[in-house]
């Protein structure tokens, strides 16, 4: 099939990719003629786990290509994938919906035969009718432009796997469409002949379902480090408690990691935006507990601040403070309300030196913060430190050897936000160490 994706994010630029990767010949469109040229040269603009290599391979096939024309796009396919950003309106908790409906505005005046149109980006339930009347007002061939709704569910650092292995694929319709869905079926067909179910709904389910998912996932995450509360003060092991919680089948150990908490662009978002929505709704008190779970996840934050400060024996100030992790999570660059920044940039405010490092999000953390310090190996961010905070849980901050960072600090002191480091193996090297709701 011939198809475009419209956006070329994380979302857009991943989805184009693999559409490709499923045999499909794709152009991408976005409006950033910067972002075009990287994804023609086969690199994306941002790291994300197994997509240079897809965008390589397919760029040079010429399986894939990229635009910033909204004409060309028009002209090269019927099926069009949205997946512009929907991101959090400033200073407010509703999505900011701007690119979304300027796309469709651009693409309805050019769509002049029958064309299906797939929505990929998360979005307040009630948002596909207004897409559909943008369509209907603007768009020449008028009710011959069915309309879709497609959640994406990936996750930052899994998107390819994600998008080639799903583990649902939603497809939500007016009731009224006569060739969207087998459209749509005929585009993901690998896809569902390998077993991955198809679950039809109508709009408004298909756009609850990722601000639900998200909903769920958020809560899960502050629950057990609400858990780590109550652990801290008590003397209980909050990892020894999740891991007891997990053997029960109907709450399972997925998802349920105790620490710092999340962040990045969707989960933090997500829940707000539904927030906003069900207020728009009249739904407001369906989701006040949403609130609780937000502010829990940001007194993680917080809790870490006030034991680094305990560590330091009551005093920040004048301290050097070393930061293994700037990634919102392992596996991207994705800085987006990292906890672990957020942590940095208050402890730089209470007079520490906090040196920072990540193995693929320093470029972006230098842009962002420019006030913090940097270095270019963990064991190099350790010199003189009289602290150390191990805040995103990245792969290889597992396996240095905390002897030979001991011989480099002022203090060997670490606390573990992220309760992936081996305690028994740092107290045996001299360390003192500490983790989030353990004991």
Known sequence: MKLTV???????????????????????????PDKVAALNAGRAPFFERGLDELLAKHTASGQLRFTTSYAEAAAFADLHFIGVGTPQKPGEMAYDLTHLFSAARQLAPRLTGPAV??????????????????????????????????????????????????????LGFTGENTRAESVIRQAYGRIIESGTPVIVTDLATSELVKSAANAFLATKISFINAMAEV????GADVQLLAEALGHD?????????????????????????????AGELGADQALTF???????????????????????????NGKNITVW??????????IRDSPALAVAQKLHQLGATVTVFDPKALDNARKAHPQLEY?????????????LLHLTEWLEFTRLDPKAIAARVAAPRVIDGRGTLDPARWRAAGWAYRALGRP
């Open 375 to 387: 270095a270019d190996h963990p064991i190099e961010a350790a010199d003189n430190a009289d602290l």
């Open 290 to 316: 949403l609130r609780e779970v937000d502010t829990i996840n940001n007194r993680r934050r917080e809790r870490m601040v006030d034991l680094a400060r305990e560590q330091c024996n009551g005093v920040i």
């Open 231 to 234: 652990c801290e003060t008590s």
């Open 325 to 334: 992790g700037a990634a919102f999570k392992p596996d991207t660059d994705d």
């Open 249 to 277: 089948a109907r709450i399972g150990r997925r998802g349920m990691r105790p620490g710092l908490g999340f962040g990045g662009g969707c989960l933090p978002k997500d829940i707000r935006g539904f927030m906003a929505r």
């Open 117 to 170: 149109i797939v929505g990929k980006c998360t979005v307040p339930v009630g948002t596909a009718p207004q897409v559909i009347d943008i369509l209907r007002e603007f768009a020449p061939a008028g009710d011959q432009v069915e309309v879709c709704w497609n959640p994406e569910f990936l996750r930052e650092s899994y998107a390819v796997e994600d998008t080639l292995h799903p583990d649902r694929i939603v």
């Open 6 to 32: 419209i956006g070329c994010g994380y979302l857009g630029a991943t989805h184009a990719a693999a559409m490709a990767e499923l045999g499909h010949q794709v152009l991408g469109m976005d409006i950033d």
